[in-house]
Every structure is written in C-alpha cells, then in structure tokens.
C-alpha cells in the first residue's frame, strides 16, 4: 500500500478511536461502529474485548501504524503500561507471501488451511519467535500475549511514540557491529534467521538496538535459512554502506555467524 493511502487508513481509526476516548467508551458498543468494523473485522474486535476482560489490556488509545496486512495500536494495562497490540488482518493477508517462511519450519509442521486460521498461526509464529529470543536475551521486543490474530507486546517508546528505528537513526559504527550481532545471535543462541532484518525492523534506543517484526523467522533447520539469512546481511550491509561507512564482505560476515 502506497504511504498515502497507508496515512488515510492510520487517520480514519485514529479518528474513531479518538471520538469513542472522548465519549470514554473506548471499544465499547462496537457494534455500531462501522467505519472501524470495515478495518478491524467482528471476530478481531471480539478478540481485543476479551483482551479487555482478561486484563491483559484496559483500553486502546490510538493508532500507531497501519499497513496493509497489520495494523500496530498503542494500548494502555491497568498498571498504566502502555502496551503495543499487533492485529493481523485477515483480510489483506497474502498467503503467498507468508507460506515460504512457514512450510519448512519444522515448528510449524501443521498447517490448518483457511485464511483466518494461517493469520493465527502468523501471529503466533511471531510471539514464538519473540519468546525464542527474549529468552536468551537477545535485545528484542518484549512479548506479552497472544490471541488469535492480536499480538501483544512491550510498548517501545513514550506516549504513544514508538522509539526511533534504524532508519531515522543517527549512525555510528558500531550499529553496524551490533545488527550483526544480533544477526549472530539470533542464529547461534535462538536457533533463527529474522528473514526480514532491516533499518525498518530495528529500533534504535538508549541501551542499544532491539529487534522487532520477526513473524517472518525461521527456524535454522528451514531449507531456505542459509538464503534468508544471507539476504538479511546484505540488506544491512546495503542500509550501512548507503549511509557513508566502510563495512565488512558480506560473505565472510555469513561464515562468521554460522561458525
Ligand atoms: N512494540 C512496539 N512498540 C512501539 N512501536 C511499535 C512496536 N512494534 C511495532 N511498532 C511500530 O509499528 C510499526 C510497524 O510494526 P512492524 O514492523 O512490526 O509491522 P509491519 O512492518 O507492518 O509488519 P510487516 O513487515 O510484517 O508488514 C513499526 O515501524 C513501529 O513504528
Ligand atoms: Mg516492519
């Protein structure tokens, strides 16, 4: 979706969002909300209401980005946390797309058929993966929860404001060497290749970088993890090499990482 369309769609739920908070019924009698029904269909709305039931969010706030298969919203726990809540739509899903980082995964062998349920198992995959790093603590978002096609995750910024990615990221060299790292990590201690790894999917914080989007990571055992994740350091080193520094081969990088 081009960015003036993805901006329409982020102002049109901003819009309902911000009238329902004014009325201080955030997702309540959702029924009658059309507009947001159009975008988040009834069974994602069911689930973000059980998600309210079961306490794992209070409410939801606003918008921080719509794209064309995802839509990230900034929630709010009753310890006032704020929460980042992925919603995997249904209806833009590109099946195509998603298949050759989930057919080969021997962790996800059993593939239920139907659009609703590959989105499922999408948003699980990406919570999988997010648990497979976090727990050997390698620097990723934190995840919290999933629901059918809801993920819920650590909130990575302030107010509302997700911290800076790679991308709007004063660079230093040793950014360069920490992608790699984590690149080498996620290969040697969670048994994964992220698949897209890229300024996009990096925030760039005060205690370093954090690596995020990884519903695209695949196990090592993938038959296509050696391209993934050759790809994935040729996309970082383009992104480094573009903005002015001198960087290593790519292909002793790959030798180094898989040692
Ligand atoms: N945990 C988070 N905290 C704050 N902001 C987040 C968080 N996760 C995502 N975001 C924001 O939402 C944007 C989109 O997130 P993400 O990259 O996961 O989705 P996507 O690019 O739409 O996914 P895909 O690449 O699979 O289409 C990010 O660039 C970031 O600005
Ligand atoms: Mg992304």
Redesign the pocket.
């Known amino acids: 979706m081009s960015d003036d369309l993805d901006r329409k769609l982020e102002s049109k739920i901003e819009k309902i969002l911000i009238d329902k908070q004014h009325r201080g019924k955030i997702f309540d009698g959702f029924d009658k909300n059309k507009t947001l029904n159009d975008v988040l269909d009834k069974p994602t709305m069911m689930t973000l209401y059980d998600m309210i039931n079961d306490e794992i969010i209070s409410y939801v706030n606003g918008v921080?980005?719509a794209?064309k298969?995802?839509v990230?919203f900034w929630a709010v726990d009753k310890n006032k946390n704020d929460v980042?809540l992925?919603v995997y739509l249904v209806s833009t899903s590109n099946f195509k797309k998603r298949s050759q980082y989930l057919i080969g995964d021997p962790r996800f062998s059993r593939i239920k058929k139907g659009t609703r349920n590959i989105v499922y198992l999408w948003a699980r995959k990406e919570f999988t993966n997010l648990n497979q790093c976090y727990e050997k603590n390698i620097p990723v978002?934190k995840p919290i929860h999933v629901s059918k096609n809801v993920l819920a995750?650590?909130?990575?910024?302030k107010n509302g404001v997700?911290?800076k990615?790679l991308l709007e990221s004063e660079i230093e060299y040793s950014d360069y060497e920490e992608s790699i790292e984590l690149i080498r990590r996620f290969y040697q201690e969670a048994n994964l290749v992220h698949g897209?790894f890229s300024e996009?999917?990096i925030f760039k914080t005060s205690d370093g970088l954090v690596a995020?989007?990884l519903?695209?990571a695949v196990d090592i055992e993938h038959p296509n993890s050696k391209t993934f994740l050759e790809r994935d350091i040729n996309n970082i080193t383009k992104f480094f090499v573009r903005r002015g520094l001198t960087i290593p081969n790519p292909l002793d990088v790959i030798n180094e990482v898989t040692k």
């Open positions: 921080i980005k794209g298969e995802s990230v980042a992925k978002v995750m650590e909130f990575m910024g997700p911290e990615r897209d996009y999917n995020f989007d519903g695209s």
